[in-house]
């Protein structure tokens, strides 16, 4: 039986970015104490790498023959790394700093195949809109940057309030699929081994 992609995320966007790359892989959120993992590192590259791999780990043993993907990203501006918001006065809050200036997404990812991983950051500039505040209180008023590193969203409606990126779409949206592709190349896959494949093997 061929291997299948894992997703040890429960990640919306992270599901549709390989979704709409062609994969449709195995769901397994991973549950770690992402607070914990935080507060052991200091480089931002390695906080986010380190979510990364703690996911993937936490899942790795039940799918022995699988490749396995964690990813976490967050946002990092002012040397100061920002996750997901969770409430609205939060939000708000965040956008107010952030409008018309630029951050850093930084999104780790860790691949496993039989004990052997791939880890990497992929990193993009994402330039902020000057949003009003009544904009900006919609926004936060509609739920949707709740859940999502730096209270945006690239694809739906926070699409509005971001003026460009230097980088990888993907890899905002959740899922670096650049990375994902050198992490699969050096496990020994090529991309399109995954191509529709599917959780009935």
């Known amino acids: ?112 195949y039989r004990g052997s991983s791939f880890i990497d950051t992929g990193r993009t500039t994402v330039h902020f809109a000057d949003a009003t505040a009544a904009d900006i209180d919609a926004y936060a008023a509609t739920g949707e940057p709740f859940g999502c590193a730096g209270a945006f969203t690239l694809e739906a409606l926070g699409g509005w309030f971001i003026d460009r990126i230097e980088g990888d779409p993907s890899g905002v949206i959740g899922l670096s699929l650049p990375v994902v592709r050198r992490g699969l190349y050096a496990l020994g896959f090529t991309v399109s081994d995954f191509w529709s494949a599917s959780d009935d093997g």
């Open 1 to 112: 039986m061929r291997p299948r992609i894992v997703l040890a995320s429960q990640s919306p966007s992270r599901l549709a970015v390989l979704t709409a790359a062609g994969v449709t892989p195995l769901v397994a959120p991973a549950d770690v104490d992402e607070r914990a993992i935080e507060a052991q590192y200091d480089s931002p590259r390695d906080v986010v790498e380190a979510l990364a791999v703690a996911k993937a780990s936490a899942v790795a043993a039940a799918f022995p023959n699988d490749v396995i993907i964690g990813g976490d990203s967050m946002l990092l501006i002012d040397g100061q790394l920002h996750g997901k918001p969770y409430t609205a006065a939060e939000t708000v809050r965040r956008w107010h700093a952030q409008a018309g200036r630029a951050g850093e997404l930084l999104t780790g990812h860790c691949l496993i």
